[in-house]
Each structure stands twice: as C-alpha cells, then as structure tokens.
C-alpha cells in the first residue's frame, strides 16, 4: 500500500512539473514580426508563384506571405526571433529561384 502511494505522489509531482516547464519555455521567447518585401527572379507563372509561397510558408516563424507575379515579389510577416531572412532566402533558392534585393 504505501508503494502504490508513493507511486500515486511521485506521478502528482512529475505531471505538475511538466506543465510549469512548457509555460517557461514559451514565455522566453516574445514574438518579434518583421515584414520584408523580396524581389524574386525566375518566376514565370502562377505554379513558380504557389512554389515560393510553399516554400516560405514551410519554415517555422512564418506569420503570412503574399507572393505576386505580377511584380515578382513576395511580402513575408516573420517572427524576426524564429526565422531570420538568410532562411526566407534559402527557401527561396531552394526551390529554383533566385532573390534579388530585400526592403
């Protein structure tokens, strides 16, 4: 009996810990949103456009991204403490395409 009560505490105490662990961790990290407009080159096509656009929007820290073909460019709304711009670039390029200038 007093095996399972110890049991009974040391499970209480282990789940309570876990929880206070999650809620430190998130609030280390306050969000910070950039937006950034990059000129893309090599789009042609509204398939090159939902390829950027996936390939951005795959990354952790993406809050929003508008890609047009139109001007070739993709407005992206990034949490500046996740995701820097070298990443939004890689993803880019990682697709095919290349980015030119970054406002």
Do not use: W
């Amino acid at each position: 009996m007093k095996k399972i009560l110890v049991l009974l505490m040391a499970v209480g105490l282990f789940a309570c810990s876990s929880g206070e662990k999650k809620t430190e961790q998130q609030a280390t990290a306050p969000a910070e949103i950039v937006e950034a407009s990059l000129s893309i080159g090599g789009m042609t096509c509204e398939h090159c456009v939902m390829s950027v656009t996936k390939g951005i929007n795959g990354l952790e820290g993406i809050e929003a991204v508008s890609v047009t073909l139109d001007d070739s460019t993709a407005v992206v709304k990034y949490d500046a403490a996740v995701v820097n711009m070298d990443d939004i670039k890689k993803a880019v390029e990682k697709r095919g395409y290349t980015v030119k200038s970054v406002e």
